[in-house]
Structure formats: C-alpha cells, structure tokens
C-alpha cells in the first residue's frame, strides 16, 4: 500500500501461526527501543500496544513517512522501510536468544488507513488499548505495561506517543482519561 502524508494509520502484524513474538519482558523493551530507531524518525505514534504474539501502533503519517527510499532493485517509503528494519533487527536477536532460526512474522505488517469520517481513528484508538483486557491478559487496561494506555493515564510518563496530536487528531479530552 502506498502511505499518504498527514493520515492515521493501523500497523500490525503477528506471530507465524499465532507464534509468541515475545516471551520476557525484555523482548518487549528491545523491541521498543529499536521501534525508536527505526520507525519513530518516520512519523508520529498515537497509541501502541504489544501482545504477546502480535502487535498495533496508530500512526500518524509524515512527509517523512512518505519519502522512497531505494532498497535493492525496490522503492519503498521511509516508514515502511523502518517497519522492516525494526522487524529483521527484532527477528535476528529473538532467534539468536533462544536459538532458533526462520521467520519468526507474518510476511507482511499490514498497515490500514483510517477513514475519519467514520470515526474508525478514534475506534481503533480504543480497540488497541482495550486488546489485553479483551484477550483475558489484564483485568483492566492500565494494568496491561506494553500500551500506551498507561501515559494516556498518566500511570506512566511515556514518550513514545505525541499525546497532544492524538487528542488532537482523535477529539480525545485528556482530562477525561486521567
């Protein structure tokens, strides 16, 4: 799919088969650590959450988003090039760490633009946040440590998501959700 500048995206992908993508919460902070290598300079992160064989981010599409880079014989935009970077670099160390070798993703991270009309930003804003509780995982959202739910609260002072932007983007009161 080719990204439009200044538009809400759905990013997700899954484990092969439903594979657990992440077995420690090291996993999880490594992941998250090269997610601000690779994909953060290429946009704006509205919300974010990582479940145990999956995950989603919301993002906010930038000229940076959208600029072709050239990998190989390939053009590909910047954020989708960072997507593939932060995955292979993911992919190398998980493997290594429990020795294993392959694919560890689905082959693609699907990435859905958002009709604002329908107000699908906002749903899926909430969608992301509420998939541990949903799964059985946590009991409540803010109870679940690898969401953005958590900075939303103000439980933590996360920086990964442009909170501003999103009540922005969203309508979102934030008041309402402290």
Not at 65 to 86: C, D, H, P, Q, W
Not at 137 to 157: A, C, H, N, P, Q
Request: glycine share 4%; with cysteine.
């Amino acid at each position: 799919m080719k990204l439009e500048e200044n538009q809400l995206y759905h990013f997700y992908n899954q484990g092969n088969n439903k594979e657990r993508i992440f077995i420690n919460r090291e996993n999880q902070l490594f992941f998250l650590e090269k997610f601000r290598k690779f994909v953060l300079p290429h946009c704006k992160v509205l919300a974010y959450c990582l479940m145990p064989n999956h995950f989603h981010f919301l993002i906010s599409t930038t000229e940076a988003s959208t600029r072709e880079i050239k990998v190989g014989a390939l053009n590909v935009t910047a954020l989708n090039n960072g997507f593939r970077m932060l995955l292979s670099s993911y992919v190398q160390a998980f493997n290594k760490q429990i020795n294993r070798t392959g694919s560890l993703f689905r082959q693609r991270t699907k990435s859905k633009l958002l009709d604002e009309s329908k107000n699908y930003p906002f749903i899926c804003f909430n969608y992301i946040h509420q998939n541990p509780m949903v799964a059985g995982l946590v009991s409540k959202m803010e109870d679940w440590e690898f969401s953005s739910f958590r900075d939303y609260t103000g439980i933590r002072k996360g920086t990964l998501c442009d909170k501003t932007l999103a009540a922005q983007l969203l309508d979102l009161d934030l008041q309402i959700i402290v």
